[in-house]
């Protein structure tokens, strides 16, 4: 296993860490892993300790995922002397919290589940223009000060989805943040905190914690014949995965890249990859290939959408860019599942295609001339099956 500073601390962290939002489980398959609860426990415990075994030392939940069983069947993977060999982090709710008293509430809930006194790191999850200002202003700060002094948990940071400018204010907002978890992989570069907020949050001597590196999945299938000639013509032979996995380690700012890992063989083929990583080994041809790669992706877009914004904010609420996003997503990556979750179940109603009143507003703002009202029909007729409008 190859290791990584963590930012400002003074431990190195395994390149590869262990995303526990995807556990493998049984039964039906066909509902979200966030949503599933009907966890493996037995592969599970397999698949933490073979990684753990392998020197993967950071380990990463939250308190919803598998419909809130995760922690659970974590805190009794790492059972046996596991939780002495791993940094453990999990997450707060805070879209949940409406008051101080949830901070305790949820903490001591975590630390029941996880069968531990104590957490190494511990999240605010999903932080953006809304929820930060609201748990900042109730005190999270000054009540994360007072559990970390006590012993409760001993660093503080957030997990991210939203603006690049967003991104930058909230890590300015406190000097003591030991990481922040963005989304990042070679398609998205520009999307939420992008490149440049990894720089920004490593420069400022966070750790960066990498989630989807491989897209929840979309950048390990097979590719469109397209972008698997590009992957062939190169010198060195990768899975796509491993292309995926490679690009983020190669890049300096990065401390850990978390895998959602749903089989055991997917941990034995992320270890592998993870003991050949290392910050600027890819070569120049390598990485002009990856590049080929995303651009081929992207032409595969039928919408030519370039998330510039300029549409929004819509009059009656609609998220343009998501609604185009989703569902040139679900064309390039042949997923209309994971996109018809994410419009369907994530965005909010009052945000979805079928809000628009057809103003052309947006339409003369557009610079690439998209004819907006026609592409949101199309998007919400895919992407709600059966909405009957």
Known sequence: MQYRKFGKLDWEVSAL?????????????????LFNSNVDEQE????????????????????????????????????????????LATKMPTWMVSGYEDFDRFLNEQLERLQTDH?????????????????????????????MAGGRFSHLGFSFHDDLNTFKGIVDDYDNWALGQIQYNFMDTEFQAGTEGLRYAAGKG???????????????????????AIWESAP????????????????????????????MQHVIENVESANRSGISTLTD?????????????????????TGCGYCVPCPNGVDIPYAFNQYNDAMMYDDPATSRFRYGMIMSAENRADNCIECLECEEKCPQGIPITEWLKKCHEFLMPGSGK
């Not at 753990?52 to 059972?79: C, F, M, Q, W």
């Not at 957490?119 to 000054?142: E, S």
């Not at 914690?209 to 390990?220: D, F, K, S, T």
């Open 206 to 228: 966070l750790a960066v914690v990498i989630m989807e590196p491989i897209r929840g999945g979309q950048l390990a299938k097979e590719p469109p014949g397209s972008v698997k």
């Open 119 to 147: 957490l190494d790191f511990y999240l605010l999850h999903a932080l953006n223009k809304t929820r930060w200002p609201f748990v900042r202003d109730l005190g999270v700060l000054k009540w994360a000060e007072e559990k």
């Open 285 to 305: 041809k390598e990485l002009s290939i990856i590049k080929a790669g995303s651009e081929e992706y992207r032409k595969l877009c039928p919408i030519p959408c």
């Open 44 to 87: 599970t415990l397999r698949m933490v300790r073979y990684a753990v075994d392998h020197g993967v030392n950071y380990l990463d939940t939250a308190y919803p995922y598998h419909a809130g069983k995760s922690e659970a069947v974590i805190g009794r993977a790492l059972k046996d002397g596991y939780r002495e060999k791993l940094k």
């Open 236 to 263: 060195v032979k990768r899975s796509p995965a491993d292309w995926a996995l490679q690009w983020n380690w190669n890049q300096p700012e990065v401390s850990v890249v978390l895998s959602g890992m749903t089989s």
């Open 17 to 33: 860490g262990f995303g526990a939002m995807r556990l493998p489980v049984k039964g039906d398959t066909s509902l979200p892993h």
